[in-house]
């Protein structure tokens, strides 16, 4: 059922491939469902070498409020948690009265042979021969590549862009955070899987120029001990350390589990985020 939706949302939205506002002509069936509305457009990234599928939720009242810029989400994993977070966020504003905010999903286009995510978030076999990692090259994508063109489309509030991670997406979260502490001001990490790739986790981080950023790092009690294990003491160790580039909180979702938990911690870390952190914002390296 997730691969027939995430199919059908490039289907519905292809008629939308420049990148640019769907103008009142130019409706396709997905507009017609306004937690979604927005853009899409495909990006063929040098970097990685292979193309994506980029989904963009815009805020209620985008259009009428030509002057009002929004903080910017990008979720991991977009074939399915864009079409389950988007609708979320909208939620959220009307019930906790978070800051609606642009939501962009990076997407495969399918959960097949095309899905590269566990090449994309935690390979690094790379090493071995020479070349760039799988995470290197994806990190190098979001920066100079996707990044930039989303700040030139859409009115993005820079100084609070946010990255979501589920799962090996997690992993990558976390490991984005030690590499680039400022390219995002808050990172969320759910469920993180890590593999033979762990220790990666707890290396020396990169310099700060501001040491303004955010990690929230979630687990459900129902996910596997050793996944439990390591949010603890991830948690413990960065969150004592001097040298951390953000501050850290953790989140223990009770009775959660791997993947369905994703719209509660959504929730629970941005009321964290927004409401909590709302004066803390850094500028975010090019």
Do not use: C
């Not at 963009?56 to 994993?77: A, F, K, M």
């Not at 009307?94 to 994309?120: C, H, M, T």
């Not at 909180?249 to 870390?269: C, L, N, P, S, W």
């Amino acid at each position: 059922m997730l691969k027939f939706a995430a199919a059908a949302l490039v289907v519905l939205l292809s008629a939308s491939s420049s990148g640019n506002a769907l103008t009142d002509g130019d409706k396709t069936p997905i507009d017609y469902l306004p937690a979604l509305a927005g853009d899409y457009f495909k990006l063929d990234s040098e970097s990685v070498g292979r193309p994506y599928h980029i989904f963009v939720r815009l805020p209620q009242g985008y259009e009428d409020n030509p002057s009002e810029t929004y903080p910017v989400i990008y979720l991991l994993d977009g074939d399915s948690l864009f079409p389950m977070l988007a609708p979320t966020h909208l939620f959220l504003t009307y019930d906790e009265q978070l800051p609606e905010a642009i939501v962009v999903g990076i997407a495969y286009g399918g959960f097949g042979e095309v899905n590269k995510r566990s090449i994309d978030f935690r390979t690094f076999s790379g090493e071995k021969n020479g070349n760039p990692d799988g995470p290197d090259k994806f990190l190098k994508f979001l920066k100079h590549e996707l990044l930039p063109k989303v700040s030139s489309q859409y009115r993005t509030d820079e100084s609070k862009r946010i990255l979501v991670g589920q799962s090996y997406g997690g992993f990558f979260v976390l490991w984005s955070a030690l590499q680039d502490p400022d390219l995002f001001w808050a990172r969320i990490a759910s469920n993180t899987s890590f593999g033979d790739e762990r220790e990666r986790l707890f290396s020396e981080s990169s310099k700060s120029e501001n040491k303004a950023g955010l990690v929230a790092i979630a687990v459900g009690t129902q996910d596997t001990q050793a996944r439990q294990d390591f949010v603890k003491e991830w948690s413990r160790v960065w969150g004592e350390s001097e040298n951390a580039p953000w501050i850290v909180k953790e989140f223990v979702m009770d009775g959660g589990i791997h993947a369905a938990t994703i719209a509660e911690t959504y929730r629970q870390t941005l009321k964290w985020i927004f409401q909590d952190n709302a004066s803390e914002s850094g500028s975010q390296g090019e």
